[in-house]
């Protein structure tokens, strides 16, 4: 490896404000002593862009490749040339070297854009370049010097340490309503309120999914898990509202309106299913309760009124209807005409927990949706 590595950085053209962040991290990486190129400082390449393209690829160290949505969208629906070209030079790379390379390096601005992480590269060490500790993490794996030394190895003492005295193991009970394959799938985008002008009918919350059909399967399958059940002894949602704690990561985010909004996660009834493992016979000590949850952010720039709206109808009527919501155009927005509403695809659910973000403590659940610029 030379002293100075050589690293290319791949990543889709978004608008001017994007390409000087581009700009500013390959100047950054040049800084740190890394040998770092971009288009941005060719933008006239005499042997055109496909060979320019590829000999950055073959010559390079390691190849940094920028997720984000952008990226994602012009690979998949094919419409952005350069991109595609480079995409499938890393893919024939990786086939040619059975995926037992280390040359490639996934990275992304904010954690909203993990998602859009190459198939072939989530095995690998990604980094969050929008953070100091990812873009350290970054430096540091380009240039191989360890974040921890490993200290020598020392003698094998048997006598060193009394044995440990034995401890009975703790069961792990699993409860989740959430299906990862259709959920990553369907990709939750938002919440759409639909309320009783004077307050004379419980109300409708639809959660907005880009895949319509992969959240229609969702919601089917909760209705088949659910047939004779109550849902709110399973599933639990919970709306995380201002004011939220002055560290928490939403209100130094530009992408998050800089705090003004609110967060909706779902998870497990955690109560219900304590009671449920117990009745199967394990122990309240030996208990390990796992589940997995999702959340969303919403921006409330113009006002809480549909939100609070929508809080104030269920709990009047201690009900409420939970369903799919689907865009036939993302481009046209929330007008009505736009949503595909099918109501044949629904939840009738009692209870709907609202807290306030600086409320809750370290052993709430909800309390990583408020960390998460900490790592996940």
């Given at each position: 490896?030379p002293?100075?590595?050589?690293?290319?950085?791949s990543?889709s053209h978004?608008?001017?404000?994007f390409?000087?962040?581009?700009?500013?991290?390959?100047?950054?990486?040049?800084?740190?002593g890394?040998?770092?190129?971009?288009?941005?400082?060719?933008?006239?390449?005499f042997?055109?862009?496909?060979?320019?393209?590829?000999?950055q690829?073959?010559?390079s160290?390691?190849?940094i490749?920028v997720?984000?949505?952008?990226y994602?969208?012009?690979?998949?629906n094919s419409?952005g040339?350069g991109?595609?070209?480079e995409?499938?030079?890393?893919?024939?790379m990786l086939?040619?070297?059975h995926?037992n390379?280390?040359?490639?390096?996934?990275?992304?601005?904010?954690?909203?854009d993990?998602?859009?992480?190459?198939q072939?590269?989530?095995?690998?060490?990604?980094?969050n370049?929008?953070?100091?500790?990812?873009y350290?993490?970054l430096?540091?794996h380009?240039?191989n010097?360890?974040?921890?030394?490993?200290p020598?190895?020392?003698e094998v003492d048997?006598?060193k340490y009394e044995p440990?005295p034995?401890?009975?193991?703790?069961?792990?009970f699993?409860?989740?309503p959430?299906?990862?394959?259709?959920?990553?799938?369907?990709?939750?985008?938002?919440?759409?309120?639909m309320l009783?002008p004077?307050?004379?009918a419980?109300?409708?919350v639809g959660?907005?999914y880009?895949?319509?059909?992969?959240?229609?399967?969702?919601?089917?399958?909760w209705?088949?898990?659910?047939?004779?059940k109550?849902?709110?002894?399973?599933?639990?949602?919970?709306?995380?509202?201002?004011?939220?704690?002055?560290?928490?990561?939403?209100?130094?985010?530009?992408e998050?309106s800089?705090?003004k909004?609110y967060?909706?996660?779902?998870?497990?009834?955690?109560?219900a299913?304590v009671?449920?493992?117990?009745?199967?016979?394990?122990?309240?000590?030996?208990?390990?309760?796992?589940?997995?949850?999702?959340y969303i952010w919403?921006d409330?720039m113009?006002?809480?009124i549909?939100?609070?709206?929508?809080l104030?109808?269920?709990?009047?009527f201690?009900?409420?209807?939970l369903?799919?919501?689907?865009?036939k155009?993302e481009?046209?927005?929330?007008?009505q005409?736009?949503?595909?509403i099918?109501?044949?695809?629904c939840?009738?659910?009692?209870?709907?927990d609202?807290k306030?973000?600086?409320?809750?403590?370290?052993n709430d659940d909800?309390k990583?949706?408020l960390?998460?610029?900490?790592?996940e």
């Amino acid at each position: 490896m030379p002293k100075s590595p050589k690293v290319f950085i791949s990543y889709s053209h978004v608008d001017n404000i994007f390409e000087q962040k581009m700009l500013s991290f390959a100047n950054k990486l040049r800084s740190d002593g890394i040998d770092a190129d971009i288009d941005l400082y060719n933008p006239v390449p005499f042997e055109g862009w496909p060979r320019w393209m590829e000999k950055q690829i073959l010559n390079s160290d390691y190849i940094i490749v920028v997720c984000s949505e952008s990226y994602w969208n012009k690979i998949y629906n094919s419409n952005g040339k350069g991109v595609i070209w480079e995409v499938n030079m890393v893919y024939q790379m990786l086939y040619d070297e059975h995926c037992n390379t280390s040359k490639f390096i996934p990275v992304f601005w904010n954690e909203d854009d993990k998602q859009y992480v190459l198939q072939p590269l989530k095995p690998y060490t990604h980094y969050n370049i929008g953070t100091e500790e990812g873009y350290q993490g970054l430096w540091r794996h380009i240039l191989n010097i360890p974040k921890y030394q490993k200290p020598s190895l020392g003698e094998v003492d048997e006598t060193k340490y009394e044995p440990l005295p034995e401890k009975k193991g703790r069961t792990m009970f699993f409860s989740t309503p959430i299906n990862l394959e259709l959920w990553d799938a369907a990709r939750w985008k938002g919440v759409v309120y639909m309320l009783s002008p004077d307050d004379s009918a419980p109300p409708v919350v639809g959660f907005l999914y880009r895949d319509y059909e992969a959240a229609k399967e969702i919601f089917k399958e909760w209705m088949k898990n659910y047939e004779d059940k109550s849902p709110d002894d399973y599933m639990k949602i919970t709306y995380i509202v201002p004011p939220l704690p002055k560290d928490c990561y939403v209100n130094f985010d530009p992408e998050k309106s800089f705090g003004k909004g609110y967060f909706v996660h779902i998870g497990v009834n955690a109560d219900a299913a304590v009671k449920r493992a117990m009745e199967s016979g394990i122990e309240e000590e030996h208990l390990l309760l796992t589940f997995i949850s999702r959340y969303i952010w919403v921006d409330e720039m113009n006002g809480s009124i549909f939100r609070e709206g929508f809080l104030r109808q269920a709990k009047k009527f201690h009900q409420y209807t939970l369903i799919p919501i689907g865009m036939k155009d993302e481009n046209r927005g929330f007008s009505q005409d736009n949503l595909i509403i099918e109501h044949a695809y629904c939840l009738h659910m009692k209870n709907v927990d609202c807290k306030r973000g600086i409320d809750i403590g370290e052993n709430d659940d909800c309390k990583a949706v408020l960390t998460r610029a900490n790592g996940e």
